[in-house]
């Protein structure tokens, strides 16, 4: 079981707008910068949001990050047939001394 | 351009040992640190170890606290993980990560991921 806790599905329709929460506690997402990640079908997992909001460089202004206390959310506006990927949260956990992961969320576009 | 590819990978029996090596090139190595993070065959993302830019600090998920060591050559550009008494569930695809901080202590900023290699442990 992840410690940050996220939905295992998402889905929505072309151009639609999806959430992905992504719930902690007060050891990590409370003190520390969450970060997303995406990972595409048969490849390796890639930086999409960080330090809860900043996008980095090529990573397209439909896609967004927050944090509130203990939780965070990724939104991805605008879907697209290749936004179809796992998305995990993470946050470094103070009490473990290392970053923790959410189990991830399939997000399928219909 | 960073690149980081890993190797060493393989079959081996439970109880058996692996070292794997992850090569990083496209930044100045000795001044970040480096994660390993597996994924178990249709599972997610588990952080495995961490070591700092100096290598003064190490830190391991309880996983495989006392089993598995992480270590750097900074002349070679070089991380490795010494996997010892390998159990089933440590049957995964391990990738190294660059930790974003410059001198940093670590965190969970992973900018630049390897490709991963596989490690099967099966008898």
């Known amino acids: 079981q992840s410690v940050l806790t996220q939905p295992p599905s998402a889905s929505g329709t072309p151009g639609q707008r999806v959430t992905i929460s992504c719930s902690g506690s007060?050891?990590?997402?409370?003190?520390?910068?969450v970060y997303w990640y995406q990972q595409l079908p048969g490849t390796a997992p890639k930086l999409l949001i960080q330090?809860?909001?900043q996008r980095p460089s090529g990573v397209p202004d439909r896609i967004s990050g927050s944090k509130s206390g203990t939780s965070a959310s990724l939104a991805i506006g605008g879907l697209r047939s290749e936004d179809e990927a796992d998305y995990y949260c993470?946050?470094?956990?103070?009490?473990?001394?290392?970053?923790?992961f959410g189990g991830g969320t399939k997000l399928t576009v219909l | 351009q960073v690149h980081l590819e890993e190797s060493g990978g393989g079959v081996v029996q439970p109880g058996g040992s692996l070292r794997l090596s992850c090569t990083a090139s496209g930044f100045i190595f000795r001044r970040h640190g480096m994660h390993w993070v597996r994924q178990a065959p249709g599972k997610g993302l588990e952080w495995v170890a961490f070591?700092?830019?100096?290598?003064?600090?190490?830190?391991?998920a309880d996983s495989v606290k006392g089993r598995f060591t992480v270590s750097r050559d900074d002349s070679e550009n070089a991380l490795y993980l010494q996997m010892n008494s390998l159990r089933t569930e440590d049957t995964a695809v391990y990738y190294c990560a660059k930790d974003y901080g410059v001198f940093g202590t670590g965190g969970a900023f992973l900018d630049y991921w390897g490709q991963g290699t596989l490690v099967i442990v099966s008898s």
């Open positions: 330090k809860n909001d």
């Open positions: 007060s050891s990590n997402i409370a003190k520390n910068n």
């Open positions: 993470a946050a470094w956990d103070d009490s473990l001394s290392g970053p923790v």
């Open positions: 070591i700092k830019y100096d290598g003064s600090i190490k830190y391991y």
